[in-house]
């Protein structure tokens, strides 16, 4: 295992490396599509953090993502202030709207946690359409201020970004914290009879859940130029996330990152089929959910393991 | 032992008690454990043993009533906060972190309850290790729980309780499930936890195991207090005798020649079963005569279950199963339980947050009107506790009160051919004989076909006309109960 743990961030090293060329000899075209899979890519690994580790289903990925974006957006919009400055607020008011969301919800035990997160985004998603002073509504809200017009340097941004936040969510998960969030997802009560504050810690991986979601969420929306309830809070979009998470494998977090790659990647490549698009990569997902349980990466551990 | 009885309690309990809604699982309870004691509490089902022990935990909060560890009153405390205290608790039923080794399970127990443990340091693995080692898996420690026999499993609990050194250990049936070896070996584990000079407080149905390890013994019945005293004084109690003690289970075998069909009711042929490449059975061939009660002994992993659910339909394999002259090869699970070959497994599979009663419902839907209510009726002769629980959600259940529902929820559906996997697990002796006088019952006014799966050879071989053993995937003996002591019985009796 500990050979395959080397081996593991070789490989990962390798396709970082890799894919930092790629601005070489590919089109923006492809290189838009990626940073937005980049993106993506923390979306489903900070999802897959709760989901793989903390046993809790979030159902509303979009409630965290959202709130950082509209946050970020909005205070671009009104105050002007810088972009960076706009991110880490985006990216704090998530994690303030996430402890305030998961301090009660965690409380409650089986469904009701997913039901609550569900809600949630539903609510947001009210907000935003009730006060499209503020929000733009549902035409969107229009920001004025960009990281960079640079594609490579955006596709760049993405790719570092989305690989620190990897390294940072696969060391959690492997360190002891990891272990004790595993332990608190499986056996509660064994967890807390020996010792752990299961709430505790399932709070601290949605915190650093929201963070990254949010922090991510912003980056997105100063990438796009604009916020809408379609790219960042609709509940399609957060279904799309739990399906990536869920194709690149269980508990590996890595493996959502693959998956979000995958299906953004594969939805464009197939946007001229229209309509059968959808339906293609919805088959696929159902497929290797159906057949490879554990996802890409899931079943590439397993065959490691038996070999 | 006479020596540390003088040393004041390290865990006092006073007029503790637990109320679920209208019902009170445990009842001024008071008892006091002794550094360096065996503590045992023993009762029939449903008594309030597990209640006690996780309200002590503080996995249930105490309705009212105190729990003082070394002068300070714990009652109320969260779990985690009575855990750093200094207890540990072994769980029956756990699920351990399958994709993690042994090692490190043992590990996450050691570790503090803070936010920055992101690095194990090399003192932890040791620990580990040692603990590892103490409890004895040692040669195991690298491997993941999935890949372990069951014993080992219950060495892992073990370990985990004992990992932070803690001065209490609370053990809910330790010795359920084990055979005869290991009850003698956790025997030895658990009383070096004594030697150590933690407290224990022990909980199990093996009388016998014990009696033999306990300093003092306290006997509970529907939530109070009986007795406490030395153990075979405690015994030797006129109630404790009539409520969980019971009488001796007796019966006699029928000569195999009585049955009148030439062609057995069930015929398993040549039967071999593969997990992947290890190999569950054997070349496994028995048969079953109509009205025949079968008992198949074996210890744990030797194959009874796989056994028992290639017969049901839940499993691909080599060889032939027949029922009555016809294959059972390509019927579906549903449709052989239909057919009236019903199986009461080992894992209860209960509809956890249904009630008693839609449980047993669910088992009978299929009987007609006027039926169901009879055999319900029926049913609540045979276990008692079942007509007051009727509307609780079965997961609340204590672990006999579920093996109870479990099978009666399988003779709800009026079984022609019934296959019970290990029903003793986690009966008090007095269910036994219940349950043990049921089956005389049942095969004496029916012609109900039985096939046990049993390693409690005491329960097994009463209720058999017939005894196969099963060992390491294959049947190693046949013959009628009175020759299995002389024959087979090394390492069951
Ligand atoms: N959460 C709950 N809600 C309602 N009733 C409960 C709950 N937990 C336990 N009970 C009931 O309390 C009684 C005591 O249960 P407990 O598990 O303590 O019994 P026990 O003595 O450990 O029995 P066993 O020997 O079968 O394990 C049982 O009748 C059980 O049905
Ligand atoms: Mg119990």
Known sequence: MSLFKTRLFWIALGIVVIASTLPLYVSGYILGLLTVAYYFGVFAMSWDLLFGFAGEVNFGPTFLIGVGAYTAGIINHEYGLSVYLCIFIGAMASVIAGFVLALPALRVRGPYFGLTTLVAVLMLQNFIVVFADLTGGEIGLTIPDVITINASANYWIALGFMSISAAVLYGLSQSPLGLVLQASGQDPVQAGALGFNIVKHKLFAFIVSAFFSGLAGAMLVFYFGTASVGTVVDVAVGVQVIVAAVLGGRRTVLGAALGAIFLIVAGEFLRPTGELATFIVSAVALLVVLFFPGGFLGAAMSREARS | ?493
């Open chain 2, 1 to 493: 032992m006479d020596a540390t009885s003088n040393f004041a309690p390290v865990l006092e309990v006073r007029g503790l008690t637990k109320r679920f809604g209208g019902l009170t699982a445990v009842k001024n309870l008071s008892l006091e454990l002794r550094a360096g004691e065996i503590f045992g509490l023993i009762g029939p089902n449903g008594s309030g043993k597990s209640t006690a022990m996780k309200s002590i935990m503080g996995i249930e909060r105490p309705t009212t009533g105190d729990v003082v560890f070394q002068g300070e009153n714990i009652a109320g405390l969260p779990a985690h906060k009575i855990a750093r205290k200094g207890f540990g608790m072994v769980f029956q039923h756990s699920r351990p972190l399958n994709r993690q080794t042994v090692l490190e399970n043992i590990m996450v127990a050691l570790l503090p309850d803070s936010l920055l443990m992101l690095f194990a340091d090399k003192a932890l693995t040791e620990r580990a290790e040692w603990i590892a080692e103490r409890v004895g898996l040692a040669a195991v420690m690298h491997r993941k729980p999935p890949t372990l026999p069951f014993a080992d499993l219950r060495r892992m609990e073990l370990a985990k309780a004992i990992a932070r050194d803690p001065k209490v250990v609370l053990v809910d049936e330790p010795f359920a499930g084990l055979t005869l070896a290991e009850v003698g070996i956790f025997s030895e584990l658990i009383s070096s936890f004594r030697d150590e000079g933690r407290a224990v407080l022990l909980v199990d149905h093996n009388v016998k195991s014990v009696a033999a390890l306990v300093d003092r013994v306290l006997a509970m019945y529907l939530g109070e207090e009986i007795c406490t005293g030395r153990a075979d004084e405690v015994m030797r109690n006129e109630t404790v005798r009539r409520v969980y003690l019971g009488g001796a289970i007796e019966t006699s075998a029928r000569p195999e020649t009585s049955f009148a069909d030439k062609v057995p009711l069930l015929q398993v042929e040549n039967v071999s079963v593969f997990y992947g490449k290890a190999q569950a059975l054997d070349n496994v061939s028995i048969h079953v005569h109509q009205g025949e009660f079968v008992s198949v002994v074996g210890l744990n992993g030797a194959g009874k279950t796989t056994l028992f659910n290639a017969i049901s339909g839940f499993l691909p394999y080599t060889g032939e199963i027949v029922r009555g002259g016809e294959s059972l090869r390509g019927v579906s699970p549903a449709k052989i339980a239909r057919h009236g070959l019903v199986q009461c497994p080992e894992s209860r599979e209960l509809f956890g947050e249904m009630s008693v009663r839609e449980n047993l419902d669910l088992g009978g839907h299929h009987l007609s009107d006027e039926a169901r209510p009879k055999q319900i009726e029926w049913l609540f002769e045979l276990f008692p506790i079942l007509r007051e629980r009727q509307g609780q959600m079965a997961q609340t259940l204590s672990g006999g009160e579920q093996q109870m529902l479990a099978i009666g929820r399988a003779l709800m559906m009026q079984p022609k051919i019934l296959i019970l996997d290990e029903p003793t697990l986690g009966l008090a002796p007095v269910i036994l004989e219940q349950l043990s006088k049921a089956l005389e019952k049942l095969r004496q006014t029916s012609d109900i076909t039985v096939l046990l799966g049993e390693q409690n050879v005491t329960f097994a071989l009463p209720h058999a006309d017939r005894v196969y053993v099963l060992e390491h995937a294959r049947i190693v003996w046949e013959g009628d109960p009175g020759r299995f002591a002389a024959e087979a019985g090394e390492g069951y009796l």
